[in-house]
């Protein structure tokens, strides 16, 4: 009897800020139609497509952010804009990032209970682990953030043990953090503690690389606003930033804040990487992403991860495809 290897197809992007009503913002028109109709034919062809959810959906006007013009922003998502997400084709959405407690606990209640409704899985906040049936395999998702009331990813001990409870229940262990500095100047993996207007941030290299020898099976960043390097640790791939994906309002889409990749990734039924693709989309001439005939996201992903990562492990096509470099020859 032959036996066939399933594998899984997934979809990744960046931060997602729908479009904010709060201090002076307005949401996208026509009720967010518009976000996603390029992006929806790569999410729909992902077995599960993956987000993360730059801030609350909520209507409550009880902000407990300390806001300054230049330096912190409040996030508030009109709840019906939700079902652009659900429409697009995600299924499980990140809460854990520095916008999350914008609008408190009411935020946070509204944000899972319009998520539920919709039929979207949350994972983020503290404890909250998202699993999800495909026809033969079970996949878990556990997010990682740096803000309170979030599985936080400075607390290694902590991450490797929700990894492991979430390995010994799944057949597919996927995390996705938010984590790094911010900004043009945060491009790069160090390997360091990173740390943004001296809030400690995180060293997302030896937590993302931490979690793999827990049992995550894939490991996708967000936070820095860009892109960064990706690489092949112990056999999976860990990207350590996205950056931006689909932004109406209140976040700068200038120069590099504007490439938006979404990264589609094959495993096999064990977890070990088979191939990936990054497709590139653009923010620069609107605040939601279109397809980039210049291919500016992979491009920059792959300089980056050969820059940082001395290749990462990986080798790269033309096409924003790129896969795992084989073995040398034995000496």
């Not at 990706?230 to 999976?236: A, F, H, K, L, V």
Request: charge should be negative.
């Amino acid at each position: 009897m032959i036996l066939l290897l399933l594998s899984l197809r997934l979809a990744f992007v960046g931060d997602i800020m729908l479009g904010s009503d709060w201090g002076g913002l307005t949401p996208p028109p026509d009720s967010g139609r518009a976000l996603f109709s390029e992006a929806k034919p790569f999410l729909d062809s992902a077995d599960i497509a993956v987000g993360n959810l730059e801030g609350p959906l909520t209507t409550s006007s009880a902000c407990t952010k300390k806001t300054v013009k230049g330096k912190s922003y409040a996030f508030r998502m009109p709840p019906y804009l939700a079902l652009s997400l659900k429409d697009a084709g995600f299924d499980v959405l990140n809460t854990a990032n520095n916008h999350a407690n914008d609008f408190g606990e009411e935020g946070k209640r509204q944000t899972i209970a319009t998520l539920d409704s919709l039929g979207l899985k949350h994972t983020g906040f503290t404890g909250d682990i998202a699993y999800l049936e495909t026809e033969s395999l079970t996949v878990a998702v556990i997010g990682f953030g740096h803000s309170p009331g979030c599985n936080d990813i400075r607390d290694t001990p902590k991450a490797k043990a929700l990894v492991a409870k979430a390995d010994s229940a799944a057949d597919i262990v996927v995390v996705t953090f938010h984590g790094g500095a911010e900004g043009p100047s945060a491009l790069h993996v160090r390997g360091e503690t990173e740390t943004f207007y001296g809030e400690n941030r995180g060293n997302v290299l030896v937590f993302a690389r931490a979690c793999v020898e827990a049992g995550a099976d894939l490991v996708v960043g967000h936070g820095p606003h860009v892109p960064r390097a990706m690489e092949i640790y112990q056999g999976r791939l860990i990207a350590y930033s996205l950056g931006n994906f689909c932004t109406w309002n209140g976040i700068n889409v200038s120069g590099l804040g504007g490439v938006a990749p979404m990264l589609l990734v094959e495993v096999d039924s064990t977890g070990k990487f088979i191939r990936g693709r990054v497709v590139s989309f653009t923010q620069q001439k609107a605040h939601y992403p279109q397809i980039d005939p210049g291919r500016e996201a992979f491009k920059l992903m792959r300089d980056l991860t050969l820059e940082d990562l001395a290749g990462g492990g990986l080798i790269f096509g033309e096409d924003g495809e790129f896969y795992e470099k084989p073995p040398g020859p034995a000496r």
